[in-house]
Structures are given as C-alpha cells and as structure tokens.
C-alpha cells in the first residue's frame, strides 16, 4: 500500500486529476499542454512523445517537399 | 458512464475489455469518429498506424491502454479511476519513460485481473 500511496503523491496535476468526462483522446494531449504544471509522470510522458512528434514531423515535411519541388512537379504533369 | 462516447480498440485488446466499455454504455467506432482510442499494446500494428498519422502528431490523438477499462471495472468509484494514468507512449519511447519514472502504473498486472466470466 506504501507503494501506491508514494505513486500518488507523485502522480498529482491536473492530467492527473481532472475529471474523465472533459477528456478524452482527442483534446488529452493539448489539454496537457495548457497545463501550467505537470507531475513527473505526465512531464516525462509529454516531453518524449513531443520529441517523437517532432521528428515525425520532419519526414513528413520532407517528403512533401520531394513531392513539391519545380522538378518533380513537372515531372508529374508530364506523367499525367 | 461512457453513454454516447465513441470508442475505438487496436486488435490487441481483449474480448473482456472491449466488454466492458459496452457494459458501461459506450459504442465501438473506426478510428475517424472515436472519442477513445484504446490499445494493448504500442506495437501492435493498429495502434502504429496511429502513431504515425497526421492526427496524433498534430495532438489530436492520445492512446489509452485499455486496462483503464478494467481498473473501471474493479472498483465502486469509477469516476475517481484517473484516465490520465492510462497514457500508451509509442513503444520505441517505453524504454526511455520507464528509465525516468519506473514502471507504468499500466505494467502493474496484478490491479488489472478482471474477474473471468466463464462464457462456456
Ligand atoms: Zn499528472
């Protein structure tokens, strides 16, 4: 029990605590975000699935890029 | 308690589980129209698919590990059960979460039993 207990103290923002029917999957993350502060729990969460976000975003930014340069584009009006 | 909610489920949740979120009055959906996603597993392809699309790195998409159903399920209180807890990282990000904050409150198996119909 000391365990959970010690686990709670811990786990104490309001991702943490706020009631389940203001969230869900689609506004949880931005709703963590607003928050001024976040438990250790949340935080660490956030801060990884942020730099995996990030880096997603990159190849997705590159890829259009290929897709859009002059070269490609003509390319592709030729093709079709 | 998830009257009108719209849930989804990666193929990794079980059949029990799935079941509960009914019992408590929510409706399955594709992953488009779900309020909720839930998932067993990161690895699972489903639930990759959603990594990896446009929706979860705009913040759109948080995934749930779906034994916040059963830690519904296990207690008089449903309401004090904190979905927050319940957050599923992308699995290439477990290691590195878990190296900072210990095991994930999800990974405490023995919480989750739920209690085995016999459905013969
Ligand atoms: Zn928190």
Redesign the pocket.
């Known amino acids: 029990a000391t365990d959970s207990c010690s686990r709670m103290l811990k786990?104490?923002?309001s991702?943490?605590i706020v009631a389940r029917k203001l969230l869900n999957s689609r506004n949880f993350s931005k709703f963590l975000h607003s928050c001024a502060y976040?438990?250790v729990?949340?935080k660490v969460i956030m801060e990884a699935e942020d730099k995996y976000k990030n880096e997603l975003r990159k190849t997705f930014i590159c890829a259009k890029k290929i897709l859009l340069t002059p070269c490609r584009r003509r390319q592709l009006c030729k093709e079709s | 308690m998830f009257q009108g909610q719209r849930g989804w489920f990666c193929g990794s949740v079980s059949q029990d589980l799935r079941q509960i979120w009914e019992d408590e009055g929510g409706m399955v959906s594709d992953v488009k129209a779900a309020d909720f996603l839930f998932s067993c597993d990161a690895s699972h392809p489903d639930t990759l698919r959603i990594y990896q699309s446009l929706e979860y790195i705009e913040d759109n998409a948080t995934v749930f590990h779906a034994y916040y159903l059963a830690a519904i399920a296990n207690t008089e209180m449903k309401n004090s059960v904190a979905l927050?807890h319940f957050v599923l990282p992308p699995a290439c990000l477990q290691k590195e979460i878990r190296r900072k904050i210990g095991s994930f409150i999800w990974e405490q198996d023995e919480k989750f039993q739920i209690e085995k119909h016999d459905r013969m």
Request: overall charge neutral; charged content about 0%; proline content about 0%.
């Open positions: 786990y104490t923002c991702g943490c976040q438990c729990h949340h | 927050g």
